[in-house]
């Protein structure tokens, strides 16, 4: 950033910030009595790891308006999911409680949404609540004063929108759609209450349709690769090997690799690839097929095979990939400039996160899904000036479980009781109090379906991490994560980590208890 922009950024902060406290009205309880009670915009994108972040120290790309939610406010570098998929993972945020209790175990279950969940605590507080963009969890949302929401998983062009209830086309890039609806709700809201906003993104889903402003982004660069993209699951169970999210045979030539006219998909997924494409305006085609032909041409030509073929398909991949990141990043920009035109960045939580991490080529792979690290953790950024340092980081193990707690603590609300998570707020000075949890729990369900990934659950502190693929497989796995980041060497037999793994399982077992996983329990030997 530089220093103009920053002058601009301090100057809209300082006119904005009489209006907003002109905004709230005298009514409403504020957080604990000690000011004005905070708003929250909870910025959510689909599928965006953290490895995909500038300020998590990406390899492959930039994000700054991204970067500076970090520059602003607190970056938690050990946040992680407890079920690594996407309606899972955004029921655990609603409820602050895992999957076994909330219902949604996988993307296949409805949310009960008569349920208790933090914006419905909100909203009956006097917060006026919106969700707008990416919901995924088949009922309607309930505890908003307002929702627009893209049915199921949304299409990236034109794409349809429920807005209470009542469907509409809209013409234009999906990032950009949910973003002037969130502008437009901010805009035309009561001021006179505090506000919770989920604002949620469709990118960087699969499968990963570049919008027009970034189709030729990175065309004349390589994107770095990981150092594992021809990993051979050697000491890995057999759900290494048995799964189907491998960059190398499960991208679809023409619904992922954009490769029309050159290669052909099955039947069904030409069809999806068809309505995906005739979504779009005859200008948004042409754009498109402008970037793509001469690139599909180049392909055609070269003839890859082997390894060659496997890099090319990654170079696809990740790039569309990223131009989606880059359209989420643009569009944030967008709402963080208007938070501080309206003067609301000073009282304003801004969270950014996503449902779950991504393999963005790491172990061969794309998806999530596993308990690996880069589909495990998820990026979290909070910015909140009045109670958060600029540019701070805290490396706590924390969870979504925690979002609703900490989101409601923040807000001076009370935590329930049956709300399994903790309140973040001790984290936000900056430390990590002595009684904070040192292992997260996770356990993942989904199967068989897309992408064949076993049920496992386990355990992660700091250092290890020791995972059980149970069902039709009985294996087990430890990684040291300190000697081996990337987890490439499973331990779990290596006689030299026999007390770890003893000392491992019996914290895994008062997890178990702990959360009520009774199911999990009784796979356990
Ligand atoms: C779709 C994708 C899968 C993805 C699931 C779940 N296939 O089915 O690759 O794992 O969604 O994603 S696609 O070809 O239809 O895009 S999730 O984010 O909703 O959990
Ligand atoms: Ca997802």
């Known amino acids: 950033m530089n220093v103009n922009q920053t002058n601009r950024r301090e100057f809209m902060k300082t006119v904005g910030m009489g209006a907003a406290a002109l905004a709230v009205s005298k009514g409403f309880l504020s957080c604990g009595g000690k000011g004005r009670a905070p708003n929250i915009v909870f910025i959510m994108t689909d599928d965006h790891a953290a490895h995909a972040l500038s300020c998590y120290g990406s390899r492959i790309n930039r994000t700054p308006n991204l970067d500076r939610i970090a520059d602003e406010g607190m970056r938690f570098d050990n946040c992680f999911c407890t079920n690594a998929i996407c309606a899972p993972s955004r029921a655990v945020i609603l409820t602050g409680k895992y999957s076994h209790l909330n219902g949604v175990i996988d993307n296949r279950k409805r949310f009960d949404s008569s349920q208790q969940a933090f914006p419905k605590l909100l909203q009956s507080a006097g917060y ?240 999530k899904r596993f308990m690996y690290e880069e589909s495990l953790r998820m990026p979290l950024l909070l910015r909140y000036p009045a109670r958060i340092k600029p540019a701070s980081a805290n490396d706590a193990l924390i969870s979504n479980i925690d979002f609703a707690p900490t989101f409601l603590s923040l807000c001076g609300q009370q935590i329930p009781a049956d709300m399994q998570g903790e309140s973040l707020q001790p984290l936000l000075a900056g430390n990590i109090p002595g009684d904070w949890r040192d292992s997260i729990y996770f356990h993942y369900y989904e199967y068989p379906a897309w992408h064949m990934v076993k049920k496992h659950y386990g355990i992660r502190t700091k250092r290890y991490k020791l995972m059980h693929f149970y069902d039709d497989i009985d294996a087990w796995e430890l990684y040291d994560l300190k000697t081996d980041p990337g987890e490439m060497k499973n331990v779990y037999a290596d006689p030299e980590y026999a007390d770890i793994v003893q000392m491992l399982m019996t914290d895994l077992k008062q997890l178990q208890q702990k959360y009520g996983d009774t199911e999990a329990m009784q796979s356990m030997p």
């Not at 004063?145 to 509409?168: A, C, H, S, T, V």
């Not at 990043?329 to 501080?340: E, S, T």
């Open 128 to 367: 006026q609540t919106a969700m707008i963009g990416k919901w995924h969890l088949k009922t309607d949302p309930t505890g908003f004063d307002y929702w627009n929401i893209l049915p199921g998983q949304g299409q990236y062009y034109n794409p349809d929108l429920i807005e209470m209830g009542e469907r509409k086309r809209h013409t234009g890039y999906v990032t950009d759609i949910i973003t002037d609806i969130a502008l437009d709700w901010l805009k035309q809201r009561n001021t006179a209450k505090p506000f919770c906003l989920m604002y949620q993104h469709k990118a960087p889903h699969r499968n990963w349709m570049p919008g027009p402003e970034h189709l030729t982004l990175y065309d004349d660069v390589d994107i770095p690769e990981p150092d594992n993209l021809f990993d051979d699951y050697a000491t890995r169970s057999r759900a290494a090997f048995e799964q189907e999210m491998t960059i190398d045979r499960h991208l679809y030539p023409v619904w992922d690799l954009k490769l029309a006219g050159v290669a052909e998909d099955e039947p069904n997924l030409m069809k999806a690839w068809q309505a995906a494409f005739d979504r779009m305006t005859d200008e948004q085609k042409k754009a498109w097929n402008a970037a793509y032909d001469p690139k599909n041409k180049k392909f055609r030509d070269a003839k890859l095979e082997g390894k060659d073929l496997v890099r090319w398909k990654y170079q696809r991949y990740i790039k569309d990939y990223l131009r989606c990141v880059a359209s989420v990043d643009d569009n944030v920009g967008r709402l963080l400039d208007y938070l501080d035109v309206a003067g609301l960045a000073e009282n304003t939580i801004v969270v950014y996160t996503s449902d779950q991490g991504f393999f963005l080529g790491d172990h061969g792979w794309f998806d």
